[in-house]
């Protein structure tokens, strides 16, 4: 078991309703607010409204428009401009996980004098960020309980994921209700990339039984109430663990003590959404079946013979290949149950970037200390394999 230094400084409030405890929230970080959100989702939920209301007695600029893989330019750029303008006090994002990473970019660009880009790529440190506090209408990033975001520069084709200890929220209020409305594409697509956050951290050399535990229980769980979910979006029950699933997802208490794996999933996604803008959660979906058969190996098997068997019930009488070739085969249909489309080509991506993407990852992501090192043509091959 490998030793760790923690601590998760975010206070969640969770649950019916709990808006209502916005403005004690807010009122300790001031009195001026930089209200992110992104289209007119949060208009039509009436919660645009509900939160204006609530912070009445508050002076508030907006920033609007933040898309999903949120970019670099123009708004990350424009909020930071916006919180020096207007000497912004604290952040309020208002949305999915995609306006949180923007708002985490500009927290610390705010407080920053040089390019904020360069707190992105790590070549400086943020000595300073805002205060954020985030209403969450979207299941998925965890981004409310941790202190990274990812952001995406397209004149580069960079999608960069960034952390930093200035970043973790003050505050995140979790209304499931508000993911009533979720579309199913994004209900889906928020479920592969939980899921996904828990196999990063799950399939590694040093693990414990605790923590095996805890993921194996987050993946059934996500599984189960995503079934439940799109069969009955207004579904309080289900909406509500879905959405707790995914905030403890990504914040590091499921692998304490355990080994890095180096979210190979990850790395090689953020090429094809830097590239293509495709929906994180769908090429996490397509990408993960087809590096699990890249890895299995004689060293790996175990580790595919334990998934498969406490997280799809596989029989444990099988030969090991048999289950870990189940298992795999089970996320596969798993995620093609829940219609996510599971060919690169049916999202848009052909095979003449493949190349050029796979240098950009082998390059940038580091996957040589990967849980199972990745070169350039391993690269390659998953790609290939996912068209």
């Given at each position: 078991?490998?030793?760790?230094?923690?601590?998760?400084?975010?206070?969640?409030?969770?649950?019916?309703?709990s808006?209502?405890?916005l403005?004690?929230?807010?009122?300790?970080?001031?009195?001026?607010?930089?209200?992110?959100?992104?289209?007119?989702?949060?208009k039509?939920?009436g919660?645009?409204?509900?939160?204006?209301?609530?912070?009445?007695?508050?002076d508030?600029?907006?920033?609007?428009?933040?898309?999903?893989?949120p970019?670099?330019?123009?708004s990350?750029?424009?909020?930071v401009r916006?919180?020096?303008?207007?000497?912004?006090?604290?952040?309020?994002?208002?949305?999915?996980?995609?306006?949180?990473?923007?708002?985490?970019?500009?927290?610390?660009?705010?407080?920053?004098?040089?390019?904020?880009?360069?707190?992105?790529?790590g070549?400086?440190?943020?000595?300073?960020?805002?205060?954020?506090v985030?209403?969450l209408?979207?299941?998925?990033?965890?981004?409310?309980?941790?202190?990274?975001?990812?952001?995406?520069?397209?004149?580069?084709?960079?999608?960069i994921?960034?952390?930093?200890?200035?970043?973790?929220?003050?505050?995140?209020?979790?209304?499931?209700?508000?993911?009533?409305?979720?579309?199913?594409?994004?209900?889906?697509?928020?479920?592969?990339?939980a899921?996904?956050?828990?196999?990063?951290?799950?399939f590694?050399d040093?693990?414990t039984?605790?923590?095996?535990?805890?993921?194996?229980?987050?993946?059934?769980?996500?599984?189960?109430?995503?079934?439940?979910?799109l069969?009955?979006?207004?579904d309080?029950?289900?909406?509500?663990?879905?959405?707790?699933?995914?905030?403890?997802?990504?914040?590091?208490?499921?692998?304490?003590?355990?080994?890095?794996?180096?979210?190979?999933?990850?790395?090689?996604?953020?090429?094809?959404?830097?590239y293509?803008?495709?929906?994180?959660?769908?090429?996490?979906?397509?990408?993960?079946?087809?590096?699990?058969?890249?890895i299995?190996?004689?060293?790996?098997?175990?580790?595919?013979?334990?998934?498969?068997?406490?997280?799809?019930?596989?029989?444990?009488?099988?030969?090991?290949?048999?289950?870990?070739?189940?298992?795999?085969?089970?996320?596969?249909a798993?995620f093609?149950?829940?219609?996510?489309p599971?060919?690169?080509?049916?999202?848009?991506i052909?095979?003449s970037?493949i190349?050029?993407?796979?240098?950009?990852?082998a390059?940038?992501?580091?996957?040589?200390?990967?849980?199972?090192p990745?070169?350039?043509?391993?690269?390659?091959?998953?790609?290939?394999?996912?068209?």
């Amino acid at each position: 078991m490998r030793n760790f230094d923690y601590m998760t400084p975010t206070r969640l409030i969770f649950g019916k309703d709990s808006i209502v405890k916005l403005p004690d929230v807010m009122k300790p970080l001031g009195k001026r607010v930089l209200l992110t959100y992104g289209g007119g989702s949060i208009k039509k939920l009436g919660l645009y409204d509900r939160v204006k209301s609530l912070l009445a007695d508050f002076d508030i600029v907006e920033l609007s428009g933040i898309q999903p893989n949120p970019k670099y330019n123009p708004s990350v750029s424009e909020g930071v401009r916006l919180c020096k303008q207007h000497d912004i006090d604290v952040i309020l994002a208002v949305g999915g996980g995609s306006v949180l990473d923007c708002s985490k970019a500009i927290a610390a660009g705010a407080k920053y004098d040089g390019e904020p880009w360069d707190l992105i790529t790590g070549k400086a440190k943020a000595q300073a960020a805002l205060p954020i506090v985030d209403v969450l209408t979207l299941a998925a990033t965890g981004s409310e309980y941790d202190c990274g975001g990812v952001i995406s520069r397209t004149e580069t084709n960079d999608k960069i994921g960034y952390i930093d200890p200035h970043l973790f929220p003050v505050c995140s209020i979790l209304d499931p209700v508000y993911t009533f409305t979720v579309s199913a594409k994004q209900t889906a697509a928020g479920c592969a990339d939980a899921m996904n956050h828990v196999m990063e951290q799950y399939f590694a050399d040093d693990t414990t039984l605790l923590n095996d535990g805890f993921c194996e229980a987050e993946l059934r769980a996500l599984m189960a109430n995503a079934r439940k979910c799109l069969d009955k979006p207004d579904d309080y029950t289900a909406r509500a663990e879905m959405m707790l699933c995914c905030t403890y997802g990504c914040n590091g208490i499921l692998s304490l003590g355990n080994s890095y794996s180096g979210w190979p999933c990850h790395a090689i996604e953020h090429a094809l959404s830097a590239y293509y803008d495709i929906t994180h959660g769908e090429g996490l979906a397509i990408i993960t079946p087809r590096w699990m058969r890249h890895i299995l190996s004689d060293r790996t098997l175990p580790r595919f013979v334990k998934y498969g068997i406490n997280v799809f019930g596989i029989d444990a009488s099988l030969p090991d290949r048999q289950i870990a070739e189940q298992a795999i085969d089970a996320t596969y249909a798993f995620f093609e149950s829940i219609n996510i489309p599971m060919h690169l080509r049916d999202v848009g991506i052909d095979d003449s970037r493949i190349d050029e993407m796979a240098h950009h990852i082998a390059v940038n992501e580091g996957l040589e200390s990967a849980y199972v090192p990745l070169s350039e043509g391993d690269i390659k091959e998953i790609l290939l394999a996912s068209l």
